[in-house]
């Protein structure tokens, strides 16, 4: 008698799970809602955002600094001469960042696009530089809060005409 040979029917084929075409279906509708929820979001979060004009940025600086007076005249004004040179700098395109202030006088005087009233007022407001290192305690605390007020002042007044730079 012949023997007869048995033969599977079916061949065992195995795949595994990531590969099926449910997991990569589930996959990427997962992907597609997350890459909307986060889309949603970015928009959501962007939509709240104030955007502020320089001056309002130097003006909102400025506030900060007069209501967070520092215990040290000498870091007070270095923070508010600072923030002047930046803004000036950026109002009349004048490099500023680096010099001192007399040095930063002068360019402001030299200079045909700044008007009178911020040349004379930023002297006055430096005049009282020289003067606090050696003034006390109250008479220090005086100035400041007049340096403060003068700042804002001069920022309040220069018409606003920087463009932002993309």
Not at 50 to 75: D, F
Not at 113 to 135: C, H, R, S, W, Y
């Amino acid at each position: 008698m012949q023997e007869l040979e048995l033969s599977d029917i079916y061949d065992l084929h195995y795949v595994p799970l990531w590969q099926t075409p449910l997991f990569i279906a589930i996959v990427g509708i997962v992907l597609l809602c997350g890459g909307a929820a986060g889309v949603y979001w970015f928009l959501k979060r962007r939509r709240g955002l104030v955007v502020l004009t320089p001056q309002q940025q130097v003006l909102a600086q400025l506030y900060y600094l007069q209501k967070n007076e520092s215990e040290s005249p000498k870091l007070f004004y270095i923070q508010l001469t600072s923030i002047l040179k930046q803004y000036l700098g950026a109002r009349y395109q004048l490099r500023l960042m680096g010099t001192t202030d007399t040095e930063m006088l002068e360019v402001l005087k030299n200079s045909e696009t700044v008007p009178v009233f911020v040349t004379d007022t930023m002297e006055k407001l430096l005049q009282g530089v020289t003067l606090i290192k050696f003034a006390n305690h109250k008479v220090a605390a005086d100035h400041i809060k007049q340096a403060a007020i003068v700042s804002i002042e001069i920022v309040k007044k220069t018409p606003e005409i920087i463009e932002h730079k993309k």
